[in-house]
């Protein structure tokens, strides 16, 4: 039998409709419950820059209050060091991060940004930290994870889900293949944006992938079911695609 892949939510969006008006409601610590309640293995959130979602103060009540695992996004910048530091999440996702950017626009360069990573790698790893890097689905780019130290990688799975007919056939191989890859030289691999109901299934398929995270469709779809209802329906499709490629 297929090992079971592991959800996470990214709360993200909950904290964007809190800041359309400011206060405290939407609460992104109650929708971590209800997403723990719902399945999910994990929370993502990712701390931007620009504050522009979750703020500070969101990263330490999800570390002290929920019983599930913080993986913490991050850009490489000693600010977000020192946060994660601070308050020690179980995992740190460093991803790129572009001020003018709608959503995260592409994988991390990890080959040209080598001599910059291994030290926030290290600095991470030393404090008990599991590092992961999310990066597009190119073998150069995992090798590159490994030789800067990081055990975890996330494949982007944006362009993907944004392709249609073909050319998402050829995004999908592109993971199968760096998924793969990935677990043949060592790395544990996850993936994960922009994935929904209809694209979700072929990815959870995939034997190498441990993982997926997944936030703003959840967030959305939420508004006409309930995250609950909108995370189990997730958790399902999941379930049978993995069980699906294991009969």
């Not at 994960?192 to 398929?205: E, I, Q, R, T």
Request: negative net charge; charged residues 25%; contains cysteine.
């Amino acid at each position: 039998m297929a090992s079971r892949l592991r959800l996470g939510i990214n709360i993200d969006h909950v904290a964007t409709v809190r800041n359309a008006r400011g206060g405290s409601h939407p609460d992104p610590l109650r929708a971590a419950r209800i997403a723990a309640d719902a399945g999910a293995d994990g929370i993502t959130a990712h701390l931007r820059e620009d504050r522009r979602h979750i703020r500070d103060g969101d990263i330490g009540r999800l570390v002290e209050e929920i019983a599930l695992p913080l993986n913490f996004e991050m850009a490489a910048t000693e600010e977000m060091v020192a946060i994660a530091l601070r308050h020690r999440p179980h995992a740190a996702c460093i991803v790129p991060e572009k001020r003018t950017e709608v959503t995260t626009e592409g994988g991390l360069d990890v080959i040209g940004g080598r001599e910059h990573l291994v030290p926030v790698i290290r600095r991470l790893a030393d404090a008990g930290i599991r590092v992961s890097l999310f990066v597009d689905p190119e073998p150069a780019q995992l090798d590159a994870a490994i030789a800067v130290g990081a055990p975890v990688v996330e494949l982007h799975t944006g362009a993907y889900c944004e392709a249609a007919g073909t050319e998402r056939e050829h995004e999908l191989e592109r993971i199968r293949r760096a998924a793969a890859h990935a677990a043949a030289i060592g790395l544990e691999c996850h993936a994960g944006h922009g994935l929904a109901y209809d694209s979700v299934g072929p990815v959870a398929a995939i034997p190498s992938l441990v993982e997926l995270n997944i936030g703003h469709f959840l967030v959305g779809e939420a508004i006409f079911v309930g995250l609950e209802a909108a995370i189990r329906q997730m958790r399902r499709l999941m379930d049978e695609a993995r069980s699906g490629a294991a009969g």
